[in-house]
């Protein structure tokens, strides 16, 4: 295997990463999410932002793998992937491997 192809790999999925963060909705999404699950309903309340653009933003996040989703009866609960955020009981950042974003409460 070419190590400069693995190396390119490793860009091309953190670029995605990096892209998917590069909204602010998005940024105040995952800046909400980081203090616990939420749903849809949850994030349009608290950010005063339309349904449909939280909706639109959460399935960038999702797509991008930023977010994991859980049903619990008639609801989906969005939290961060916690494969990507660290800390103790609030996800004080995020590390990508190619970098980390430090979150702020």
């Known amino acids: 295997m070419d190590p400069s192809n693995s190396s390119l ?3 091309e999925l ?3 990463f ?3 963060l590069g909204d602010p909705v998005r940024l105040q999404i995952v800046n909400a999410l ?3 699950p939420l749903t849809v309903s949850d ?3 608290l950010l005063d932002i339309e349904m449909p653009n939280v909706s639109h933003h959460l ?3 999702f797509h991008a793998q930023l977010v994991t989703m859980e049903k619990e009866g008639k ?3 969005y939290r961060l992937n916690p494969a990507f955020a660290s800390g103790r009981s609030i996800a004080k950042s995020l590390d990508f491997g190619c970098c980390k974003i430090n979150l702020r409460g």
């Open 9 to 11: 790999q490793q860009a």
């Open 14 to 16: 953190c670029a995605t």
């Open 18 to 20: 990096l892209k998917a």
């Open 34 to 36: 980081q203090y616990c």
């Open 43 to 45: 994030l349009v309340e």
């Open 59 to 61: 399935r960038v996040l």
């Open 75 to 77: 609801f989906n609960y």
